[in-house]
């Protein structure tokens, strides 16, 4: 197979010893079907075995290895090599604190992402030996695409609005809760109203729509956001016109 | 070893420039500028019409000078901009499923702008053109 010989200027964060991140270039001979990841193995295991960064199963499934290709968040595993030009500037996600290289810290996230709760709240909750709750296709449908997601937060590195606005729960976060809002077993949109429908939440969004853009699952969280408005805004009326319904 | 995790910053006056993307998005943000200041435009006119035929007719000369005409034709680029970008993610804010078929997302812009055209035809009929 053909080699190709690329060069790699990639972000290194040492807080041991930097006081700021720096960029080292390293030279990397890449095979035709190489991904981004397989040039940043390469130089794990023959240049510099300090370099630091996040994968599991280059197959586009744990979201755990997105980067700043050439400035775009992408995941390493799904770019390909020869689609990129001859030098590549690699990248932690951006609108992350870095920890160290090409690892970000991702905290806030994770506290985002649990404070919409993502899970099924059910009516009443079955014992094992009642069987499962049950859904038609037709019902499953009106969500499924938004359960692709991967908690890559390439979506958040794409947000101005995260990088900017203090507080903003995210796209990958209200994607989420859209989700379940929508599934037919659940009963929880009230119980995370008090977040999704805040100025912290699908309010902070001014549909950008760069976190649809740079998905790398079509899970469209920038349509999510937009949904969640109209419906938030219906539910404002609805309670305007009938206080105390049932909800 | 220690944690000492670094904050890149992000200007809050040249982000947009970073990523044509960003640069579409604040071309249709701007647009609403143009649009208010268009309609701005309107009301003037409307005053100057309940003020009688020679404020009505000093508006008319007023929107035949050149400056006019270039503002009219920017405000007219920019709510065309405005107007099909908006369209064009309907879909996405707008989804239509009946049963287990979800509508195509072509079918929901183009109702959109079909209601656009009957719509301007209906005013253009109105005004007698």
């Known amino acids: 197979m053909s080699l190709r010989t690329f060069e790699l200027e990639i972000m290194r964060y040492d807080p041991d010893k930097d006081s700021e991140p720096r960029f080292e270039t390293f030279s990397v001979p890449c095979e035709e079907d190489w991904v981004v990841l397989d040039a940043v193995n390469y130089v794990k295991d023959n240049l510099d075995r300090t370099l630091s960064y996040r994968w599991s199963c280059h197959m586009a499934v744990c979201g755990s290895c997105g980067m700043m290709i050439n400035g775009e968040p992408s995941l390493s595993c799904k770019t390909f090599m020869r689609h990129m030009p001859d030098k590549i500037r690699i990248e932690p996600l951006a609108n992350f604190p870095i920890e160290r290289d090409l690892v970000v810290v991702m905290d806030d996230f994770m506290d985002k992402l649990a404070s919409v709760k993502p899970y099924l709240v059910a009516k009443e909750k079955k014992a094992v030996e009642d069987g499962s709750y049950l859904q038609s296709p037709a019902q499953l449908k009106k969500f499924k695409q938004y359960t692709l997601c991967i908690n890559c937060t390439l979506c958040y590195s794409a947000c101005p609005q995260y990088a900017l606005g203090e507080g903003f729960v995210g796209p990958a976060a209200l994607a989420l809760a859209h989700r379940y809002n929508l599934d037919s077993r659940d009963v929880g949109r009230s119980a995370r109203a008090d977040v999704v429908a805040s100025n912290e939440g699908i309010w902070e969004c001014s549909f950008v729509g760069a976190c649809s853009e740079v998905c790398p699952e079509h899970v469209d969280p920038a349509g999510a956001i937009q949904q969640t408005k109209i419906a938030s805004t219906l539910d404002y009326f609805k309670d305007l016109i009938t206080p105390g319904r049932d909800k | ?129």
């Open chain 2, 1 to 129: 070893m220690s944690r000492k995790p670094y904050i890149r910053t992000l200007s809050s006056t040249s982000w947009w420039l970073a990523q044509p993307r960003y640069i579409r998005y604040m071309a249709r943000e701007v647009s609403c500028v143009l649009i208010g200041a268009y309609t701005g435009v309107i009301v003037v006119g409307l005053l100057r019409l309940s003020e009688g035929a020679n404020a009505w007719a000093g508006f008319v000369a007023a929107m035949q000078t050149p400056a006019s005409v270039v503002f009219h034709l920017l405000a007219l680029a920019f709510a065309l901009y405005h107007t099909t970008t908006w369209f064009n993610v309907t879909p996405k804010a707008m989804p239509l499923q009946f049963g287990d078929t979800q509508v195509p997302g072509s079918i929901i812009i183009g109702a959109h702008y079909a209601g656009w055209i009957v719509i301007s035809a209906a005013l253009l009929l109105l005004a007698g053109v």
